[in-house]
């Protein structure tokens, strides 16, 4: 059933792609709008291709696109266009901006140009730049980010401790 009401999704990750297919599914007029060249989000940015093909990711968003969902990528709200703007143009507005950020340690030296967030880093690699991670790069963490970005190091032939957080914080300074 065709519905006449229109839907704008701000954020082209996971939950704003899950809320367009599901908005479409149900035969409504849904755009995407999303910030980043690419749709994805952390799925397309922050998960190495071994762990998530870009082929597989880009297959699983054609599928979305097909129900008639509409993609606007490189277009940030605020900037291109307003919030304001959206709320006069579409009937239903749905925010799902992520978490594109690393959490800080507070711990002294972190401000350093060489430390880099997981997310960050990640980011950086899966967005195709050129980063220099020498002959040794410690990894401060054990979850899925620490252990995806020591595996990326590690192909990039740096020798790759990990550490955990809480024994970083417990150093003397």
Do not use: H, W
């Amino acid at each position: 059933k065709v519905q006449t009401k229109k839907v704008a999704v701000i954020g082209g990750g996971p939950s704003g792609l899950s809320c367009a297919y599901q908005m479409a599914r149900r035969g409504y007029p849904v755009t995407v709008f999303e910030a980043a060249d690419k749709p994805g989000g952390m799925l397309r940015y922050g998960i190495p291709s071994y762990r998530l093909p870009e082929e597989v990711l880009d297959a699983e968003i054609q599928n979305i696109l097909d129900l008639g969902v509409e993609l606007k990528c490189g277009v940030k709200i605020g900037e291109d266009i307003s919030f304001t703007q959206l709320n006069s143009d579409y009937d239903v507005v749905y925010v799902a901006v992520g978490a594109q950020k690393g959490s800080s340690m507070k711990i002294e030296g972190e401000d350093n140009a060489r430390v880099l967030s997981g997310v960050d880093f990640l980011r950086r690699i899966n967005s195709c730049e050129t980063v220099d991670v020498g002959g040794k790069v410690v990894v401060v963490g054990g979850g899925n980010t620490a252990v995806d970005a020591a595996r990326v190091s590690k192909s990039l032939g740096a020798d790759v401790p990990i550490t955990s957080s809480s024994a970083m914080r417990n150093q003397p300074r």
